[in-house]
T-cell receptor
Framework: KQEVTQIPAALSVPEGENLVLNCSFTDSAIYNLQWFRQDPGKGLTSLLLIQSSQREQTSGRLNASLDKSSGRSTLYIAASQPGDSATYLC?????????????FGGGTRLMVKP | EPEVTQTPSHQVTQMGQEVILRCVPISNHLYFYWYRQILGQKVEFLVSFYNNEISEKSEIFDDQFSVERPDGSNFTLKIRSTKLEDSAMYFCASADIGTGLNTGELFFGEGSRLTVL
């Protein structure tokens, strides 16, 4: 059974700092990996999707990497801003012919202080 | 930009009552899902739906739960007799699997918060 773990559970940084959020998963037979942002009481906004054959994806100040063999992904946020404060969720997707279901980590709650 | 929409945003119900949560997936998507998130806990998979039938379901998705695509646009989750432990945020999602894009990216709605008293 796939297990996804995110470290740290919470992180507080001053504005402008570059930071790395970590995600690990136990079963490397994945279809893809998604990083989401969740604001309090809100839905899940997809930030980046990395296919299993890819090593990284970039969107603006965000860069996500994937090392499938070691079961790890990182989300790098450059020049953090107070508006980045949210919970960041990592989720791995099983092959779509095995149900295409996402298994989520517990999230990293990020606070960026002005 | 196309999005997944969910109604209601918040529903309060008495234990034992039936609840129907509604979702309109992205129009050209073929795979639909329900997930839930109990306050303070991980987002959990409930069920996936493709070609008018359930393709996978979790242990949580017992006989009290059912899903339906009553027409070409709506996708519903019914809880027959709600329990206190059903209180959670329920998320609908859709994915482009099988449309030719096949990125497998899931797009989530804003969620329906269910409070069972």
């Amino acid at each position: 059974k796939q297990e996804v773990t995110q470290i740290p559970a919470a992180l507080s940084v001053p504005e402008g700092e570059n930071l790395v959020l970590n995600c690990s998963f136990t079963d490397s037979a994945i279809y893809n990996l998604q990083w989401f942002r969740q604001d309090p009481g809100k839905g899940l906004t997809s930030l980046l999707l990395i296919q299993s054959s890819q090593r990284e994806q970039t969107s603006g100040r965000l860069n996500a990497s994937l090392d499938k063999s070691s079961g790890r992904s990182t989300l790098y946020i450059a020049a953090s801003q107070p508006g980045d404060s949210a919970t960041y969720l990592c989720a791995v997707n099983q092959p779509w012919n095995a149900g295409n279901m996402l298994t989520f980590g517990g999230g990293t709650r990020l606070m960026v202080k002005p | 930009e196309p999005e997944v929409t969910q109604t209601p945003s918040h529903q309060v119900t008495q234990m034992g009552q039936e609840v129907i949560l509604r979702c309109v997936p992205i129009s050209n998507h073929l795979y639909f899902y329900w997930y839930r998130q109990i306050l303070g806990q991980k987002v959990e998979f409930l069920v996936s739906f493709y070609n008018n039938e359930i393709s996978e379901k979790s242990e949580i998705f017992d006989d009290q739960f059912s899903v339906e695509r009553p027409d070409g646009s709506n996708f519903t989750l019914k809880i027959r007799s709600t329990k206190l432990e059903d209180s959670a945020m329920y998320f609908c999602a859709s994915a482009d699997i099988g449309t030719g894009l096949n990125t497998g990216e899931l797009f989530f709605g804003e969620g329906s918060r269910l409070t069972v008293l």
